[in-house]
């Protein structure tokens, strides 16, 4: 099955730096989407991209389909951006998701 | 904006008994809902896949037995977790589906502790 592969595992920036994460994932997919999960648990949607660059705010999502893989760029990182973030893949339509593991951010001030 | 209601947040139970968690689509029709859990270890299993007019198609290791589902209509769906054990335990997230916005939209989630 689908597998997704997040680096890094974990990233600690000081305030004001840039953040860039990674998703590899084992098979072609037609959706990848972003989530970042708060210290109680809940998933907050952030982006989703099949292919190509999007936009939001401080948060960049590339996905590059054919080379399964996908990346998240955080811009000028805040301390209220510490947490988890998550990439999923899965198909058009259709609410099944393959989780990465996720990359703890710490973001210092 | 698309919002999603779950509750109970938390919930203890006693090792074989069960509990019933419940989920509300608000501002988008869910054309479907799917039913993970994230483990203590952090990591996430879907449940099952639970698609409108359409049969919920469990994932292997749950079974419709074990984790009955409903979802009458587009906006609302439980799960009941059916005589429940310490391996049971852990984060269940309903996520439900907006078409229109071609994204998966998470609940807060229901953390379950087993005595």
């Known amino acids: 099955g689908q597998q997704v592969q997040q680096s890094p595992a974990s990233l600690v920036l000081q305030e004001g730096e840039n953040a860039e994460l990674q998703c590899n994932f084992s098979s072609t997919a037609t959706r990848l989407q972003w989530f970042y999960q708060r210290p109680g648990g809940s998933l907050v949607s952030l982006l989703s991209?099949?292919?190509g660059t999007k936009h939001t705010g401080r948060l960049t999502s590339t996905t590059v389909t054919k080379e399964r893989r996908g990346s998240l760029h955080i811009s000028s990182s805040q301390i209220t951006d510490s947490g988890t973030y998550l990439c999923a893949m899965g198909g058009t339509n259709t609410g099944k998701l393959t989780f990465g593991d996720g990359t703890v951010l710490t973001v210092k001030p | 904006g698309a919002l999603v209601y779950q509750y109970p947040r938390r919930t203890i139970c006693k090792s074989g008994t069960s509990m019933r968690m419940e989920c509300q689509a608000v501002g988008f029709q869910a054309t479907s809902v799917a039913w993970y859990r994230q483990s203590p270890q952090k990591t996430f299993e879907l449940i099952a896949l639970s698609t409108v007019n359409s049969a919920i198609k469990y994932e292997q290791n749950f079974t419709q037995e074990k984790f009955p589902i409903s979802h009458p209509n587009l906006s609302f769906s439980s799960m009941t977790v059916l005589n429940a054990y310490l391996e049971d335990r852990g984060l269940y997230l309903c996520g439900a589906y907006s078409t229109s916005n071609e994204r998966l939209f998470f609940g807060h989630g229901t953390k379950l502790s087993v005595l």
């Open positions: 991209n099949p292919s």
